[in-house]
């Protein structure tokens, strides 16, 4: 086992600080909740993403802040607008908001980058998939719960389903531009066949799933 470095523990205490439990007692007994820092939160994300091995390094600071799923909370605000929400992008690192629309449903698709899934409220189905042939062909599934993170490799296809009747709210982070990886592929619902992903499209169907959960209120 290494040894913590004086840096690094300063950065584990200053996350405690950040991250913190849910709540705590002040002298007077008040109750204060946590919340989480998202500048910090981000720079955590890009520290681990220089280690030798991002993606487990980036699950570890995953898995510490949606621990305490109400500073999230705090710190992202409840879960509005069904959607794809940029908290940070570069060309090494994309870190998305994911806000699922109830009883929504995404087509399989890749992303040509290793990806990492956390839940901080609500629950979020993965399918996974693999090509067979010319459609793709599901070969396992994983179903996530608030404080769960989710690592998906490289050439991992997956389709994802929100299976409650309300919003849910995970932090998607991928190792690359998000926006603008080319080479990226979906596939039909209804025959399974492959076709380019149309990012466009899909951050269509976020916006209809959202209206139509909002006009059903
Ligand atoms: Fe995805």
Do not use: C
Not at 199 to 208: E, I, P, S, T, V
């Amino acid at each position: 086992m290494g040894t913590i470095s004086r840096r690094g523990f300063l950065a584990g205490a200053a996350g405690v600080l950040a991250w913190g439990s849910a709540s705590w007692s002040t002298a007077r007994g008040a109750t204060m909740t946590a919340k989480l820092d998202v500048e910090r939160f981000i720079e955590d994300l890009e520290r681990a993403n220089g280690e030798s091995e991002p993606q487990a390094a980036v699950d570890a600071v995953l898995a510490r802040t949606v621990s305490d799923p109400a500073a999230v909370l705090a710190g992202l605000g409840e879960p509005g607008v069904a959607g794809l929400h940029t908290i940070h992008h570069s060309p090494e690192l994309t870190v998305l908001n994911v806000v699922w629309a109830p009883l929504m449903l995404l087509m399989p698709h890749n992303h040509e980058m290793w990806a990492s899934i956390a839940i901080y409220t609500g629950r979020e189905d993965n399918i996974l998939w693999q090509r067979k042939g010319a459609v793709v062909e599901a070969i396992g599934a994983r179903s996530l719960s608030e404080k769960e993170v989710f690592a998906l490799p490289e050439d991992a296809i997956h389709s994802v389903t929100n299976p409650i009747r309300r919003l849910t709210g995970a932090i998607h982070v991928y190792g690359g531009d998000f926006f603008e990886v080319e080479g990226r592929s979906e596939w039909d619902p209804d025959t399974l066949s492959e076709r380019a992903l149309d990012l466009g499209a899909a951050q269509d169907r976020f916006r209809d799933a959202s209206e139509r959960f909002e006009s059903s209120r």
